[in-house]
């Protein structure tokens, strides 16, 4: 009697615990079906970025030397002020086609210096930058923390597009917006941006007109052109070996092909 007693419990506990479960869901998707979620003005009006053809797209793809030059350009004279690249060494610019040379001048005609600490007296100081050293890191005066943007091709789906519809995707909130969300006007301080996540970011427009960057090979830039060229070298910091792995990959397959031959070769002269 004590068995069948304890075993009825069971039975009880076991059943009420898969009613609790069971009325748990039923309240969920009937929550689901009567009450849909709420839509925000981001969900709305963010927009995916705009595909993006580089020379570096797709399995094949490879570096435009010249256009990774105008983009480091773009990148020291306008976003250096505020993003850091500090996994990028200079001595690392030779593979955009820098020579020994210009990466030297460059790295000691850079505008940050080097930190340096002595242990034996505590005292701090600076000294110019050598090839072998990392592009320095920028300290950021005002609010937030600017992201390092040595990964950032990587870090963002769809990194290169992502990047040159962001800089190009600065507009006015459309009135459309306002008129069916009037809580999401952007706040003082921040630049609307449907390219970015909730629509408002603290960075104003970085590139804002014409010839902003005089392109030492003369090319004509516009925002455009800038914010293609800047996407394709913060591609180059992300994976600068990339060519080498198409290669790599290329090649890989072509032995692969050549192994399956040779293999269907040697199983049909044993098999025969």
């Not at 963010?46 to 105008?70: C, I, M, V, Y």
């Not at 609010?143 to 006015?172: C, F, N, V, W």
Request: proline content about 7%; hydrophobic content about 40%.
């Amino acid at each position: 009697m004590s068995a069948l007693f304890v075993k009825s419990i069971k039975f009880l506990i076991g059943g009420a615990f898969v009613f609790a479960l069971f009325l748990a869901l039923w309240t969920t998707v009937a929550g689901m079906i009567n009450e849909p979620a709420a839509e925000t003005a981001a969900e709305e009006f963010h927009l995916k970025p705009e595909h993006l053809a580089l020379q570096s797209n797709g399995p094949f793809g490879t570096f435009d030397e010249q256009q990774l030059q105008r983009g480091f350009q773009v990148y020291k004279e306008v976003c250096a002020a505020c993003h850091s690249l500090s996994l990028v060494s200079f001595r690392e610019l030779e593979g955009i086609g820098y020579t020994e040379a210009q990466v030297k001048a460059i790295a000691t005609g850079w505008a940050t210096p080097q930190p340096t600490f002595d242990p034996k007296t505590g005292d701090r100081g600076e000294r110019p930058n050598t090839p072998a050293d990392r592009i320095p890191h920028v300290y950021y005066a005002g609010q937030g923390s600017p992201p390092d943007l040595s990964l950032i091709a990587k870090a963002r789906e769809d990194g290169p597009a992502y990047i040159h519809s962001l800089l190009t995707g600065y507009q006015q909130q459309p009135a459309e917006l306002l008129e069916k969300f009037p809580d999401a006007k952007t706040p003082e301080g921040l630049h609307y941006n449907p390219y970015f996540p909730n629509l408002n970011l603290a960075m104003p427009a970085p590139l804002t007109s014409e010839g902003q960057v005089e392109y030492l090979d003369g090319t004509r830039a516009t925002v455009d052109q800038m914010s293609k060229d800047v996407a394709a070298f913060l591609v180059w910091t992300a994976e600068p070996t990339l060519e080498k792995r198409h290669a790599v990959g290329f090649a890989t397959i072509l032995f692969l092909i050549a192994l399956l031959i040779l293999t269907f070769g040697a199983y049909r002269s044993v098999w025969a």
